[in-house]
């Protein structure tokens, strides 16, 4: 299919540049030319900054999301906040996404082989993610309905900072596992441990405990990581 021609000031512009993500910048140029009042950034003296940029674009449609510190906590992988997000915005090509494209996919899920795969089922039903989450309690001794329960994690009061924070990680590290699971089951057609899940997430959750923490930490903070094997 030829690429639609955009027009770019008084030039018409074809091929790569007239793609959705050139289409996208240059709206956003049209509408920072609005932040200059009198050839001054919003005119006022200020010297524009890419920050303030942003902020200014995003201040009439900026809404905040109670799972922002969940998904961009500093202790996960990028790749984990990545498909954490995906998650929260229900984007993931699961299968019923899939079909609802009118791709010709099956539906049963590729780690149980009982349901259709959905984001829920993937991630709450699946007998496989539950068995993650049980190896997940079992590891930090916090009960599944509130593993599940992301928000309830910030509001326990007893638990530190840095304790909350490793915690979250290690939800969204068993569910970006989940996932990488689901496509290596469709791509290879086996499924991995979940035992080999946990523990990688294990091993991730410590090296970025060692790698992101700057500072001492409390006596409280130090029992804690030491009985959970984190240091």
């Not at 999301?65 to 984990?80: G, Q, T």
């Not at 010709?104 to 082989?113: F, H, I, R």
């Not at 009960?143 to 924070?165: A, H, W």
Request: hydrophobic share 40%.
């Amino acid at each position: 299919m030829r690429p639609k021609p955009t027009t770019i000031g008084r030039f018409l512009v074809t091929g790569p540049y007239s793609s959705w993500a050139w289409r996208k910048i240059c709206e956003v140029k049209k509408r920072l030319k609005l932040g200059y009042i009198a050839d001054k950034w919003r005119g006022t003296d200020e010297d524009y900054t890419i920050s303030d940029g942003y902020k200014w674009l995003l201040s009439e449609t900026t809404q905040k999301v109670s799972w922002a510190r969940i998904v961009w906590n500093r202790y996960n992988l990028p790749k984990w906040s990545f498909i954490m997000w995906l998650i929260k915005h229900q984007m993931l090509l699961t299968l019923d996404r899939l079909k609802k494209m009118g791709l010709d996919v099956p539906t049963d899920c590729y780690l149980c082989g009982v349901e259709a795969e959905t984001h829920m089922h993937l991630f709450r039903t699946c007998t496989f993610s539950k068995r993650c989450f049980q190896l997940l309690y079992s590891w930090l001794q916090i009960p599944v309905d509130i593993l599940l329960d992301t928000d309830c994690i910030l509001k326990i009061r007893r638990l530190s900072i840095l304790v909350r924070q490793v915690i979250l990680a290690a939800i969204v590290g068993v569910h970006y596992g989940v996932w990488q699971s689901r496509n290596i089951g469709r791509v290879e057609g086996y499924v991995t441990n979940p035992t080999h899940l946990v523990r990688l997430v294990q091993v991730d959750c410590r090296r970025r405990v060692a790698s992101e923490f700057k500072g001492s930490m409390t006596n409280f903070d130090k029992t804690w990581c030491r009985d959970h094997g984190l240091i």
